[in-house]
């Protein structure tokens, strides 16, 4: 009796499994203005922004400022398929357009009182850059 049922018990197993997967997936969950990391929260605040060299730099070849990273920050649309979680914490990845329709990501990564901004990168557009 036990052979006659083992396919379906092995199918609904097989879809259980699949659906914890998919629930349980990084970038699953939907994050709007606010979302918990844990004992840190990821908000939009433009007040304590931090800007690493290497984004700095980037941010030059592309042409792309201050304010407009600010905009992206405060407007920009995440990218749930791109939240990365590191030994450091996550990153979010906020995409938009720029003031001169640059379409760009640019990687937000949220440390206790601040906002480091990580990388702008251009979606639309190769750019020759240095940066190391």
């Known amino acids: 009796m036990v052979?006659?049922?083992f396919p379906f018990i092995a199918l609904l197993a097989?879809?259980?499994l699949f659906a914890w997967v998919k629930q349980n997936q990084r970038g699953s969950g939907r994050v709007e203005n606010t979302h918990e990391t844990g004992t840190l929260e990821f908000?939009?605040?433009i007040n304590?922004?931090?800007f690493s060299k290497h984004a700095r730099c980037r941010m030059d070849c592309r042409?792309?400022?201050?304010q407009e990273v600010k905009?992206?920050?405060q407007n920009g649309e995440?990218?749930?398929n791109k939240i990365e979680h590191n030994g450091k914490g996550p990153t979010y990845p906020i995409e938009g357009f720029t003031k001169d329709h640059q379409h760009v990501r640019i990687v937000f990564a949220p440390h206790e009182s601040e906002t480091v901004v990580v990388t702008v990168i251009d979606l639309d557009r190769e750019w020759q850059c240095n940066c190391n």
């Open 48 to 50: 304590h922004l931090v």
């Open 3 to 5: 052979k006659k049922y």
């Open 78 to 80: 995440i990218n749930h």
């Open 63 to 66: 042409h792309i400022d201050d």
């Open 71 to 73: 905009d992206i920050l």
């Open 43 to 45: 908000n939009r605040n």
């Open 14 to 16: 097989a879809v259980l």
